[in-house]
């Protein structure tokens, strides 16, 4: 089946720890997100990436880095430069960028836990 | 800059009650607008969508909403609400932007 997964689902780190977070889809779509939600703040958009090799900032990219080297992944690292990184963590992606109308397909999140 | 904003952060009904759960949006272009609906720890499914063919717009699940440009509201409603029904509910919007833009979310409580 077509889908979007992330991986792991959960996810412990380490206070100075960097760590990545998997998205893959075999959707054959171009356009790749990420997104942060955190309890009572909706989601809010970390990185987008609308092709392969090229990435754009969000609205909270901040102590965060990604890469597109292949149109199928997106992974998504968190530094240690995020002082709170404690979040569930939601990749998506969608046909064309979204200025057309084009719906955003959601993996089923990861949670990343600071200990 | 788009926002999206949700009327209330909790909403109860009981069970085959009335369901309305309430979008407004600001945009300077027509926007296309979204609900999803997100279950306890897992991502988010689309509802419905619009994208200007009707106001009227029937999605998953017994939902439907309808655009109304006047009021710039994209309301989300059932006639009759189930206990499966309980969950987080998402309004978003796409325009001039490159991305979508969420509401903060209306967790949706279903009481027997």
């Known amino acids: 089946d077509g889908g979007i997964t992330q991986s792991p689902k959960y996810l412990f780190r380490k206070e100075g720890q960097n760590v990545t977070l998997s998205c893959e889809q075999n959707?054959?779509?171009?356009?790749m997100y990420w997104y942060r939600q955190d309890p009572g703040q909706g989601l809010r958009l970390i990185y987008y990436?609308?092709?392969?090799?090229?990435?754009q900032k969000g609205d909270i990219a901040e102590g965060y880095s990604v890469s597109r080297e292949k149109k199928e992944s997106f992974p998504l690292t968190v530094t240690s430069a995020q002082k709170n990184p404690t979040a569930f963590y939601l990749c998506?992606?969608?046909?064309?960028?979204?200025?057309?109308?084009?719906?955003?397909?959601f993996g089923e999140g990861s949670w990343l836990t600071v200990v | 800059a788009q926002s999206v904003t949700q009327l209330g952060s909790h909403v109860s009904v009981s069970e085959g009650a009335l369901v309305l759960l309430r979008c407004n949006y600001s945009?300077?272009?027509?926007?296309?607008l979204f609900w999803y609906v997100q279950y306890p720890n897992q991502g988010l499914q689309l509802l419905l969508k619009?994208?200007?063919?009707?106001?009227l717009v029937k999605g998953i699940n017994g939902f439907e909403a309808e655009f109304k440009k006047s009021e710039t509201s994209f309301h989300l409603t059932k006639p009759s609400a189930h206990m499966s029904d309980a969950a987080e509910y998402f309004c978003?919007?796409?325009?001039?932007?490159?991305?979508?833009?969420f509401g903060s979310g209306t967790q949706l409580t279903v009481l027997p």
């Open positions: 998506a992606s969608s046909s064309r960028d979204t200025i057309s109308g084009n719906t955003i397909y």
């Open positions: 959707l054959n779509h171009d356009a």
């Open positions: 990436s609308q092709i392969v090799n090229d990435f």
């Open positions: 945009s300077s272009v027509p926007p296309y």
């Open positions: 619009y994208t200007s063919a009707a106001t």
């Open positions: 978003a919007a796409s325009g001039s932007a490159r991305q979508l833009t």
